[in-house]
């Protein structure tokens, strides 16, 4: 029997958030959300109202492209969200302005309260609104230490790091290529 999958993609959709379906064998989740700092508690709650769970919250550091809005300071928080009842994932990511605040959804998922701090400890995003924004991991005496920020010479682009349209190329192994599986 097949598992039944709900498309959440209308509920976002309607909201006005730019949502796009993936494939869950290639990426792990079902629907991809890019939102402006503006939109995140708007989304969140979304969610929340239609019965997701708080799966994490992190940040990857990257080139601000020259092509993209001046204000990203190339920090992406990428949040992912799930359902206990049904296989469905959701991934949402913002890109962080120069400022380094994004909103707290905290009090929306109380879970959040550690991933946020943490987060801010390798990145330096400061969550607005969070009750509890110290270090959780890293020394309070160093708080400009961000261990996970890149070299500017490191950096990659967003799209070096994204997915293809098309999603992931499949190679196969010398083994499998041999015998034509």
């Avoid at 064998?25 to 969140?44: A, N």
């Amino acid at each position: 029997m097949a598992k039944e999958t709900k498309d959440y993609k209308e509920g976002f959709l309607h909201q006005g958030f730019d949502a796009a379906e993936t494939d869950y064998d290639q990426r792990g989740y079902h629907l991809e959300v890019v939102l402006d700092v503006s939109q995140v508690r708007k989304f969140v709650q979304t969610a929340y109202e239609l019965g997701f769970y708080l799966v994490f919250v992190t940040g990857f550091h990257v080139r601000p492209d020259e092509g993209h809005d001046k204000k990203n300071s190339g920090i992406e928080v990428v949040y992912q969200f799930a359902r206990y009842d049904r296989q469905y994932r959701i991934k949402a990511r913002v890109s962080v302005p120069n400022s380094l605040e994004i909103p707290s959804i905290s009090d929306i998922y109380q879970g959040a309260d550690w991933h946020e701090r943490e987060t801010r400890d390798f990145y330096g995003v400061v969550f607005d609104g969070h009750p509890n924004m110290k270090p959780l991991l890293l020394s309070e005496e160093d708080p400009d230490f961000h261990p996970l920020l890149k070299e500017e010479t490191q950096l990659k682009s967003l799209d070096e790091v994204s997915w293809p349209s098309g999603g992931p190329e499949v190679v196969k192994g010398e083994a499998e290529a041999e015998t034509g599986r």
